[in-house]
Protein backbone atom coordinates (compact mmCIF):
# COMPACT_ATOMS: atom_id res chain seq x y z
CA UNK A 1 0.00 0.00 0.00
CA UNK A 2 1.44 3.46 -0.89
CA UNK A 3 1.18 5.84 2.16
CA UNK A 4 1.58 9.82 2.46
CA UNK A 5 -0.28 10.29 -0.58
CA UNK A 6 -3.19 13.29 0.40
CA UNK A 7 -6.02 14.35 -1.45
CA UNK A 8 -6.94 18.18 -0.57
CA UNK A 9 -10.94 18.39 -0.45
CA UNK A 10 -11.49 21.87 -0.20
CA UNK A 11 -15.62 22.24 -0.13
CA UNK A 12 -17.87 24.61 2.12
CA UNK A 13 -20.44 22.12 2.16
CA UNK A 14 -20.09 19.90 5.39
CA UNK A 15 -21.95 17.11 4.12
CA UNK A 16 -20.17 17.00 0.74
CA UNK A 17 -16.42 17.50 2.41
CA UNK A 18 -16.90 14.37 4.37
CA UNK A 19 -18.59 12.39 1.81
CA UNK A 20 -15.73 12.82 -0.39
CA UNK A 21 -13.22 12.43 2.81
CA UNK A 22 -15.09 9.24 3.49
CA UNK A 23 -14.51 8.13 0.08
CA UNK A 24 -10.54 9.03 -0.08
CA UNK A 25 -10.22 7.16 2.93
CA UNK A 26 -11.81 4.44 1.98
CA UNK A 27 -9.13 4.63 -1.40
CA UNK A 28 -6.60 4.15 1.57
CA UNK A 29 -5.48 7.41 1.09
CA UNK A 30 -5.69 10.51 3.22
CA UNK A 31 -8.01 13.51 2.72
CA UNK A 32 -7.69 17.10 4.44
CA UNK A 33 -10.77 18.76 4.12
CA UNK A 34 -10.78 22.80 4.59
CA UNK A 35 -13.60 25.14 3.53
CA UNK A 36 -12.30 28.25 2.49
CA UNK A 37 -9.68 29.25 -0.06
CA UNK A 38 -7.43 31.11 2.46
CA UNK A 39 -7.49 27.54 4.60
CA UNK A 40 -6.54 25.71 1.01
CA UNK A 41 -3.72 28.04 0.04
CA UNK A 42 -2.41 27.52 3.90
CA UNK A 43 -2.46 23.87 3.45
CA UNK A 44 -0.62 23.51 0.01
CA UNK A 45 2.20 25.84 1.42
CA UNK A 46 2.79 23.69 4.50
CA UNK A 47 1.82 20.21 3.56
CA UNK A 48 2.86 17.84 0.27
CA UNK A 49 -0.73 17.24 -1.46
CA UNK A 50 -1.02 14.52 -3.84
CA UNK A 51 -4.15 15.76 -5.79
CA UNK A 52 -7.10 18.34 -5.12
CA UNK A 53 -10.93 18.21 -5.43
CA UNK A 54 -12.01 21.88 -5.60
CA UNK A 55 -15.63 23.40 -5.28
CA UNK A 56 -15.37 27.13 -7.43
CA UNK A 57 -16.94 29.54 -5.26
CA UNK A 58 -16.50 30.44 -1.05
CA UNK A 59 -17.33 33.10 1.07
CA UNK A 60 -13.81 34.16 0.89
CA UNK A 61 -14.12 33.97 -3.21
CA UNK A 62 -13.15 32.53 -6.01
CA UNK A 63 -10.83 29.46 -5.88
CA UNK A 64 -8.67 30.63 -8.21
CA UNK A 65 -5.75 31.52 -6.56
CA UNK A 66 -5.76 28.21 -5.20
CA UNK A 67 -5.98 26.61 -8.10
CA UNK A 68 -3.00 28.47 -9.61
CA UNK A 69 -1.17 27.24 -6.98
CA UNK A 70 -1.77 23.40 -7.49
CA UNK A 71 -0.74 24.53 -10.96
CA UNK A 72 2.62 26.03 -10.51
CA UNK A 73 3.24 22.80 -8.10
CA UNK A 74 2.08 20.70 -10.78
CA UNK A 75 -0.90 18.72 -8.42
CA UNK A 76 -3.79 17.39 -10.67
CA UNK A 77 -7.32 18.52 -9.15
CA UNK A 78 -10.78 18.37 -10.64
CA UNK A 79 -13.53 20.90 -9.71
CA UNK A 80 -16.55 19.65 -8.13
CA UNK A 81 -19.29 22.27 -8.43
CA UNK A 82 -22.95 23.06 -8.50
CA UNK A 83 -22.91 26.64 -9.50
CA UNK A 84 -21.80 28.28 -13.26
CA UNK A 85 -18.13 29.28 -13.59
CA UNK A 86 -17.42 32.30 -14.66
CA UNK A 87 -15.35 32.78 -18.06
CA UNK A 88 -12.12 33.30 -15.89
CA UNK A 89 -12.52 30.63 -14.37
CA UNK A 90 -13.81 28.36 -17.32
CA UNK A 91 -10.74 29.41 -19.00
CA UNK A 92 -8.41 28.21 -16.28
CA UNK A 93 -10.02 24.91 -15.74
CA UNK A 94 -9.83 24.40 -19.36
CA UNK A 95 -7.81 21.58 -19.07
CA UNK A 96 -8.88 19.98 -15.55
CA UNK A 97 -12.00 17.87 -15.44
CA UNK A 98 -15.30 19.43 -14.01
CA UNK A 99 -17.44 17.46 -12.34
CA UNK A 100 -20.79 19.25 -11.82
CA UNK A 101 -22.96 18.39 -8.45
CA UNK A 102 -24.74 16.89 -7.69
CA UNK A 103 -22.49 13.79 -8.48
CA UNK A 104 -21.79 10.96 -6.42
CA UNK A 105 -18.31 11.06 -5.15
CA UNK A 106 -17.23 7.64 -6.75
CA UNK A 107 -17.79 10.20 -9.60
CA UNK A 108 -15.48 12.88 -8.59
CA UNK A 109 -12.73 10.25 -7.48
CA UNK A 110 -12.79 8.53 -10.60
CA UNK A 111 -12.19 11.86 -12.56
CA UNK A 112 -9.41 12.75 -10.18
CA UNK A 113 -7.88 8.97 -11.12
CA UNK A 114 -8.39 10.45 -15.26
CA UNK A 115 -6.35 13.65 -14.19
CA UNK A 116 -3.74 11.62 -12.25
CA UNK A 117 -3.87 9.31 -15.27
CA UNK A 118 -2.90 12.32 -17.32
CA UNK A 119 -6.42 11.34 -19.28
CA UNK A 120 -8.48 14.24 -20.39
CA UNK A 121 -10.38 12.64 -23.10
CA UNK A 122 -13.07 10.58 -20.79
CA UNK A 123 -16.05 12.68 -19.65
CA UNK A 124 -18.60 10.93 -16.86
CA UNK A 125 -17.76 8.72 -14.40
CA UNK A 126 -15.05 5.29 -15.02
CA UNK A 127 -17.27 1.58 -13.68
CA UNK A 128 -14.48 1.05 -11.31
CA UNK A 129 -12.46 3.32 -9.41
CA UNK A 130 -8.79 1.59 -8.84
CA UNK A 131 -7.34 5.14 -8.01
CA UNK A 132 -3.99 3.64 -9.54
CA UNK A 133 -0.99 6.35 -8.45
CA UNK A 134 1.97 4.40 -8.77
CA UNK A 135 4.02 6.12 -11.58
CA UNK A 136 1.63 8.69 -12.09
CA UNK A 137 1.99 12.13 -11.59
CA UNK A 138 -0.28 11.56 -7.88
Do not use: W, Y
Request: charged content about 20%; overall charge negative.
Amino acid sequence: MLTGLTVLIVEDGGLIGHDLAAAVEDLHRFPIVVATVSEGLRVVATATVSAAILDAQFPDGEVTPLAVALIERAVPFVVHSGGTLSDALNALFARHAVVPKPALSSAALAALERECLGDQTMVGPMPEIAFVLEDRRC
